[in-house]
Every structure is written in structure tokens, then in C-alpha cells.
């Protein structure tokens, strides 16, 4: 322990002495910070889906071969609401934020889960290389805009039927049917 604490106090002087802070974020710390794909945190959000498709976690669940874009979005839309829409930022980004934010600070993230901007980061500080779940863009790459999909998801998470589909009818918005 005393060798944990002489390398937290290193680290601290690190940072208290450095102009320049990088920050490189991983699934690591969301895990760290709670937000597991597995666990109880999985089987009590998505257990409808979990017990039609027999998903064993909500990674791999992402690469299941859905019979129909009505399904895959269906769950897309739970797996997005749970994983960022639904989710407000951790105790440990904050602290970490906290750390850094009177430094010039730069995020690099693989993350998708925006705990980084839903904890105080600035957005134009941190880069995803990954994307991030609270945007979508045209499945054919016709133009580089994205747009902000927290409507659309909750929209479709709204419309999802018994059978786990979106529907595609007239009802539903131009950019649903457009997507899938």
C-alpha cells in the first residue's frame, strides 16, 4: 500500500508541475467508473432482448445478426438510451475533471459513452475515435454532418412493439425509415 501511495502522490506532482495534460480514456475507466456491459447493470436493462436472443452481454449483443433492421434498431435504441442518452456522468470522470480542468488538457477517448463531456469536459478538448452514441449520420456517407439522435432513440424505444421491432410505416419519421 505504501508503494500505491508514494506513486498517487507522484502522480499528483506530475500534474500540479505539467502545462500540458493528454488523457487517454479506455473502456478501463468506465468500467472503473460503473459502467460495465455485463453484470447486473446488463440483465436489468435489456431482459426482454436478453431472453429472445439469448444476449450474454451488451458488447457482444452489438454484433448479433438481427433477422431485420426493424430489430437491430429496436435494440440499437436500448442499448444507446442505456449505455449514454440515459446516463448521467460518473464520480470518476468528475474527479478526474476536477483534476485537470484548470490545465490545458487535451482527451483522447475510445469510449462511446460521453462520460468525458457528461462530467465537464470540454467539448472541443477531447476527441472520439470511436464516435460517440448520441449522434448518427446517413448509412451511405452521402455528407460528413451528424446529427443529435437522442429524439429518434427514445422515438423508437417509444414505438418498439412485442416483438422487439421498430415499426417502418408512415407514422414513424422521415429519418427512421431513412436509417435502417
Known sequence: MEDYNLRVKKLKELIDDSDYILIGVGVGLSTAAGVEYGGKRFTDNPPEFIEKYGFQDMYTSM???FKSSEERWAYFAK?????NI????TDLYKKLFNIVKDKDYFVITTNTDDQSLKSGFEKDRFFRTQGTYSKIQCSKGCHNKLYDDEELILEMMDKTDEDLKIPTC???PFVVRKWI
Open 79 to 83: 442499448h444507446v438510451y442505456v449505455n
Open 170 to 172: 408512415s407514422h414513424m
Open 63 to 65: 454484433f448479433y445478426p
Open 86 to 89: 440515459g446516463m448521467e456522468g
